[in-house]
């Protein structure tokens, strides 16, 4: 057999050639830094002292110990979970009330419009909720004094528990489109002859909906419940511009506080140390959440 | 020389699948060699793999005495014709029978050149400037013609090409492809699961069933003396009546009995069989060589008085249904032979052509 | 829920559909108002009871100060050069990648849900170390450090909406190619992509918009010389409201183009949001 040429050689193994180049990059830009960082957790690395040496478990520990650390993870739980959970409910409701209209003038335009919110920053949007919000700049109050008739006096960004509402509803503001357009994209694809048939036989809407339209759109739910929840334990951007953590440490997520450690404190080991614990923590809340949501799926 | 000769060739999918499992074929140079058989027989399988679509499993592929199991499909110097026509949307006619060209760095004017001479030969001139999307099916399917004869490939490869058109379109294109045949002398492997055009355009019949050869040969060999039952049935239109029957009578006096009816067995054809005389065996036998009786039986000829259950008039034909020891029988009659449903008619069965299978190998006998 | 047909004036179902769109509507809307407004709102107008809904004198200061004074020029540029690398690059590793697990199915299982996955990382986790990487390497503030990053960061996407993409075309286009005289290459380069197109300019519009409006990666690994512009953000953090004129002229030059951008591909957003896994 002849050495193969240049060519040859490159169509046969075309297929690696592909995804070297994106495999590489991750490996180097993610896969990489995870392992250094792990390394980092079990050193105490600092700036000003050379050498690092072993420390075994004890940053781990320190974080652990931490009770703002403990905080972070329960602002994070708490957070996270209002938010997706109101981003479903109104995103399904949205849906629903858009998905089974025929086509009425004006309805692209609406449709263009709700999703707007999913293309701006998140620090764009903390900071027009801290426009909206900011005591005495913002409207909030006045617009609440007029609707409930008393006079509406809340800080709303460094009062607890009104700082945690109103970092959750720039959030739901912000993502509820996620949720529509997921769920919508479920409901356009259930069969108008399902429905039909059920109004035939008489079935109420409630019942529909229960029986009918939950079990369709089941797998869309839950993509979109899973994809959102990863997305929102995230949570920085809104924090460090709508309330920077603050009044003091009162609305720290896990990431903001990680971020405080490593990058103005500047007490690195602690932070990779800290970072691993809390990506341990979302894959086992991913792992559960999978397995939890499948089972009525396959019931 | 560009015969294909196949030795040994096995196919296995990952997850399992073995879509050809040792076919052996000779496929001589210059003709026209269809394989054909149901889905899944593997035969659009095996024809990816002479292209080099596909890579064998085991056995070896030779293109006129080379051996190019290890060749790119660029380099083995065949062309293809696909299923869906496989046009490039983006290209106008002529850049899409001449991107072969282009791709293997041949200088514009040649290109050009050869482009016009096969669109020339398919009448397909006027349409150069066009797209695909503007052409019709059956023009779509000139241009993948096109594309492939202007490389002058030493195999042309066809992969069940006229599937898409509908009826009146498939038999003007059968035609011209056995014109074009005819006009370039070249080896053309044809893949389909139409039994008339394999019939019509080959040279040579390469039936397949689950990734296996039943049988190769001319087409009237494989129509006239099939030699599995499986063969029998596939090709023929409408499709040859099985019975089930046993063997009766003793030396050379042999006959058929399904149910009342005895069928006498000529002479010529009672060679071994007396063996298994008391057997049960398959009885098959054509519409066609079913037929009203009109005066005495010839030689080979057997009376069978039947009733008529159920008629479709074609035209010039009339497919008559009768019912044989609780099998339906299908006869195919000349228009005014039979009136109607309840008919009580007497027919001649030809046994010089009918064949009898053994129940459990499948095998004529 | 079930299919309204009107044939009667507005049935209760109806009304509640249409206040309940109009209130959110009204929730969405309000917020980006007051945000435009408050842009072109002369300082001396801040405070006032009842709030301003539009000034008497709009005026264009906000805007000249954050884009240059507080260099959200600067910042938009950068951002602009950072987005667009990194999308280029993106695009083109993502689609390469794509193409090989749609066509081939690379590396299985594993390989497609290894890089699904990096989706779901949590930024801080990888953010730190290659902050100490690049200390080492010198890329901290650079131009090209950030790129690199975000073309990471945006990978995952990218692959998976052109998988999605390269799934539903009919693979016979690129074999004929080959059976036509191309090398796999060619077969790719001149059949596959140019076909691709409409997929390809999608992700990749999906690709700048995560890079333009990405703050976490920005904050920590640029400086004063790459700073992108959600990172501008910060100089009017902490002011009491004093330079909420200049924050919101910022925030609006900032969602212009990327709410433009969103809108002409909305129609592969489902895709797009849920990496390819759904059919828009």
Known sequence: MRRPTLSEWSDRNFRWLLVAPAVCLILALSIFPLLFSLWVSFVNYDFQIPGHAFVGLKNFEQVVADPVARWSLVVTAILSGSSVLLEFVLGLALALALALTATFRGRGVIMSLIIVPLFISPVVVGQCWALMLQRPFGPTNYILSQLLGFDVTISWLTQAPWNFIALIVADVWQWTPFMFVILLAGLSAVPPHVYEAAELDGVGAWQTFWYITVPHIAPMMLLALTFRLLDAVKLFDIIFVLTGGGPGTNTYSASYYLYTIGFTQFHLSNATAGSWIFLVLTVIVVIFLVRRLLKPAVA | MANVRITGLHKRFPGGVVAVRGVDLDIPDKQFTVLVGPSGCGKSTLLRTIAGLEEASEGTIEIGGEVVNDFRPRDRDVAMVFQDYALYPHMSVANNIGFGLKARKMPKAEVDARVAEAARMLGITPLLARYPRQLSGGQRQRVAIGRAIVRSPRVFLFDEPLSNLDAQLRDEMRGEIKRLHQKIATTMIYVTHDQIEAMTLADKIVLMRDGVIEQQGAPLELFERPRTRFVAGFLGSPAMNFLRATLEGSGQELAVRCGEAVLRIPAARADGLAARTGQEVVFGVRPEHISRAHGPARAGLVPLDVTIDLIQPTGSRTYATFLLAGTEVMAELQAHDVEGPGERLQLHVDMNRAVLIDPETELVL | ?280
């Open chain 3, 1 to 280: 829920m079930a299919v309204a047909r009107r044939r009667r004036p507005l049935r209760p179902a109806t009304v509640a559909r249409i206040a309940f769109v109009g209130f959110w509507l009204l929730f969405l809307l309000i917020p980006l108002y007051w945000m435009f407004i408050t842009s072109i709102k002369p300082s001396s107008d801040y405070l006032a009871v009842p709030p301003i809904w539009f000034p008497d004198e709009p005026t264009l200061l906000h805007y000249t100060a954050a884009l240059y004074a507080y260099r959200g020029l600067d910042g938009l540029i950068n951002s602009l050069i950072i987005a667009t690398s990194a999308t280029i690059l993106s695009a083109f590793f993502g689609t390469l990648m794509a193409y090989s697990l749609a066509r081939f199915n690379t590396g299985g299982q594993h390989l497609s849900f290894w890089v699904l996955s990096q989706r779901f990382l949590p930024p801080i986790a990888v953010v730190l170390p290659i902050f100490l990487i690049y200390r080492v390497l010198r890329l901290n503030d650079t131009h090209a450090g950030l790129i690199i990053a975000y073309t990471v960061f945006t990978l995952p996407v990218s692959v998976w909406m052109m998988f999605a993409y390269f799934r539903q075309m009919p693979g016979s286009l690129e074999e004929a190619a080959l059976v036509d005289g191309c090398t796999r290459w060619q077969s790719f380069w001149r059949v596959a992509v140019p076909l691709a197109v409409p997929g390809i300019v999608a992700a990749a519009v999906f690709a700048f918009i995560a890079c333009w409006t990405e703050f976490f990666f920005a904050l920590i690994l640029t400086s004063r010389n790459a700073f992108t512009l959600p990172t501008v953000f910060r100089a009017f953090l902490g002011f009491q409201g004093a330079l909420y004129g200049e924050a919101s002229a910022l925030a609006i030059v900032s969602l212009v183009p990327s709410i433009a951008l969103g809108i002409l591909v909305q129609k592969h957003l489902v895709r797009g949001l849920t990496l390819g896994a759904v059919r828009g």
